[in-house]
């Protein structure tokens, strides 16, 4: 992985439509520049993040298959707000 993460959430054992509940509200709670991993066994996540989140609120800085433990690993920075 490219960055430290600042928050970690493991969703190889969680239903996915909790898992994206779940980050919506880590995303939240998130300071600007912050990073998020999530680790997951299904990699169709990826798009599912950005259907939840918008793409102006994060940044996808990183993505890996790890096929040794047979998860995907994907890094989220948050953006800085802009303010109107």
Same mark, same amino acid.
Do not use: W
């Given at each position: +992985?490219?960055? %430290?993460?600042?928050?970690i959430?493991?969703?190889?054992?969680t @239903?996915i439509?909790?898992?994206?509940?779940? +980050? /919506?509200q880590?995303?939240? &709670? +998130?300071?600007?520049? $912050?990073?998020? &991993?999530i !680790? /997951?066994?299904?990699?169709? !996540?990826?798009?599912?993040?950005?259907?939840? @989140?918008?793409?102006? /609120?994060?940044?996808l @800085?990183? +993505?890996?298959?790890?096929? %040794?433990?047979?998860?995907?690993? @994907? $890094?989220?920075?948050?953006? %800085? $707000?802009?303010?109107?």
């Amino acid at each position: +992985m490219k960055e %430290k993460a600042d928050y970690i959430l493991d969703f190889r054992e969680t @239903i996915i439509s909790l898992a994206l509940l779940k +980050m /919506t509200q880590v995303v939240r &709670e +998130m300071k600007a520049n $912050q990073v998020l &991993e999530i !680790v /997951t066994h299904d990699p169709d !996540v990826r798009s599912d993040v950005f259907k939840v @989140i918008p793409g102006s /609120t994060c940044e996808l @800085i990183d +993505m890996e298959l790890d096929r %040794k433990d047979e998860c995907c690993r @994907i $890094q989220l920075k948050k953006r %800085k $707000q802009s303010k109107a």
